[in-house]
């Protein structure tokens, strides 16, 4: 079983438009949304959801009123500023635990919090899962590990030989959690001067993975110079790049009517995007 | 007044339009501070040709254990929610990657065997590119947790100041971490069923943390009303509107803010602060 993940560090370079077209191309594969803090593939793919689970990824503490003495000993030692006046608050309670077991009244206790939901579906070309996080919570890594176990469970019992994973923007800790022992990163990016500043800070991250990387220039001919300037700093990063999408608004017009933008029909983007799908094919060796 | 800039979805033009506001006020010779609290991936030094004059590291505590206190009773590995520490035979195994720095091992192992020391998990930079006092945060490349990189950005923060806070995108902690306390945030988004679901997340966010909020329609095209459509039925102003125009978007790719390339657009800018200050007030 090989795992694909795509991501960007810049956000909105148009990852979700590319995995969206490689389900289309995979044959049956298993799609996995990693960006669980705004997941969008289900947009483009309308799964059909099969069942739906509650997450309670962290835990929070909760002060019984009842037995508080208001000593101000958790207040003093929370590194989270989350306890005021012998008030929880929940959104910056990390669930550290250290004011329940410094509280000489036991008036603290720890409790599992719900923390978002994630969903088992059906799509037209093949299972998927995604998640996700509820209004204002942390801990979205936790939530993206445990939609990658459910993509690998689904894979092992349908004996699919590849998972695809659309990723979250940036380099933090859910980037982190969609790269732990996937195969292949394939890094997507835009000839912008963000793009550019951006890329070669994903590129080191996910060389500390021990996955191949690879680079898809999209929008390319936004401008020609910025797209020689990345294929330059690439080759410097030491990773290849191999696929060239041109700017091209059928992408745009795929996402208003929910589809993949391969099932359109029509489109400058279309050939490229199906060799860009043949090299990380050869790059994965899945065919 | 502290104007914080989100998005919910990435890419939408957030850094675009804290930029441009910011260089449109700054040139009314009002003091303006840009805070850039996109710290995984900060990018509005790039279009205020900044260059920073002083750096700080920004520092969080992790455990260190001494051997010759050590019980090796497992306590600070039974009190860690994170699994940062494990013991192994008679070596305690520390991961500072998962570590969220509570404490609780320091405080609560009966040898005291344990103490803080510093790790490095990014720095804030600070530079003034005349007249904009810019502050950036950078997070260090493989680090887990933003939001702390986040804090000491806006630590920064100068309340003589217009202050502007280029957010991160998503809806979760590093983003409520650069909003929480603003007087009103500007949502950037694009009328797309992408910009429209992450525009409703960050809607939501905002409102658990009880801050005002307004919406930038960005690649705004005529009769593509899914976003307006949101707002008229959320009771929430539509701000400004940026077109869908290439030649919008090859400047931004040289990295030319919208107020340079295209000078009619200031006026546009100074319009949104003023409606800001207004929604504010009100």
């Known amino acids: ?287 | 007044m502290r104007i914080a800039v989100a998005s919910g979805k990435g890419g939408t033009g957030k850094t675009l339009v804290a930029t441009s506001l910011a260089i449109s006020l700054a040139e009314q010779k009002k003091p303006v501070q840009l805070l850039d609290c996109d710290v995984e991936e900060p990018n509005a030094h790039i279009f205020l040709k900044n260059k920073p004059n002083a750096e700080e590291t920004v520092f969080l505590p992790i455990p260190q254990v001494d051997y010759g206190l050590c019980q090796y009773c497992g306590k600070c590995a039974e009190v860690c929610q994170f699994n940062a520490i494990a013991l192994m035979k008679r070596t305690l195994v520390i991961f500072p990657d998962v570590c969220h720095s509570c404490g609780g091992c320091w405080h609560l192992c009966p040898a005291d065997a344990l103490k803080p020391v510093a790790r490095e998990v990014g720095t804030v930079e600070m530079g003034q590119s005349d007249p904009i006092k810019l502050v950036s945060g950078r997070l260090k490349l493989g680090t887990h947790i933003s939001p702390p990189v986040v804090k000491a950005v806006r630590e920064k923060e100068d309340p003589a100041s217009i202050i502007i806070i280029d957010g991160p995108p998503g809806s979760s902690c590093p983003v409520m971490t650069a909003v929480a306390g603003t007087d009103y945030c500007i949502l950037v988004t694009e009328p797309t069923p992408f910009g429209l679901n992450d525009l409703v997340l960050a809607v939501e966010m905002l409102r658990v943390l009880g801050v005002p909020c307004g919406v930038v329609i960005n690649r705004d095209v005529p009769g593509q009303d899914i976003i307006d459509r949101y707002c008229e039925m959320q009771g929430l102003p539509v701000l400004m509107r940026i077109p869908l125009q290439t030649q919008i978007a090859r400047a931004y790719a040289k990295g030319i803010p919208l107020v340079e390339s295209d000078p009619t657009w200031r006026a546009k800018f100074l319009e949104l602060y003023q409606r800001v200050a207004g929604e504010v007030v009100s």
């Open chain 1, 1 to 287: 079983m090989k795992e694909l993940t795509i991501i960007s560090g810049k956000g909105g370079t148009g990852k979700t438009s590319i995995l969206g077209a490689f389900a289309t191309l995979a044959g049956k594969s298993v799609i996995c949304d990693c960006d669980v803090d705004a997941a969008n593939l289900h947009i483009l793919l309308q799964p059909n959801i099969k069942e739906t689970h509650d997450f309670y990824g962290e835990k929070k503490a909760e002060i019984v009123p009842e037995l508080c003495t208001n000593c101000g000993k958790c207040e003093e030692l929370c590194q989270f500023q989350a306890i005021q006046q012998g008030q929880i608050n929940p959104y910056a309670c990390e669930g550290c635990a250290v004011c329940y077991h410094v509280c000489p009244a036991g008036a603290v206790n720890i409790k599992p919090h719900l923390s978002g939901q994630w969903y088992i579906s059906e799509t037209k070309w093949g299972p998927m899962v995604h998640a996700k996080l509820g209004i204002a919570q942390g801990n979205s890594g936790l939530l993206v590990n445990m939609v990658r176990k459910k993509a690998r469970e689904i894979a092992r019992e349908q004996s699919l030989p590849l998972i695809i994973s659309d990723g979250p923007p940036g380099i933090g800790c859910p980037v982190i959690s969609s790269l732990a022992g996937t195969d292949m990163a394939l890094i997507v990016t835009e000839p912008t001067v963000s793009g550019i500043h951006d890329l070669e800070r994903i590129v080191k991250v996910a060389a500390g993975f021990g996955c191949v990387s690879a680079v898809c220039i999209n929008k390319y001919n936004l401008d020609e110079y910025n797209c020689r300037y990345i294929e330059d700093l690439a080759e410097r990063l030491q990773v290849p790049v191999i696929g060239r999408i041109p700017y091209d608004l059928t992408v745009t017009e795929a996402v208003l009517q929910g589809i993949p933008v391969t099932t359109l029909g029509k489109g400058d983007a279309q050939g490229p995007i199906q060799e860009l799908w043949q090299q990380v094919g050869n790059l994965l060796g899945v065919r």
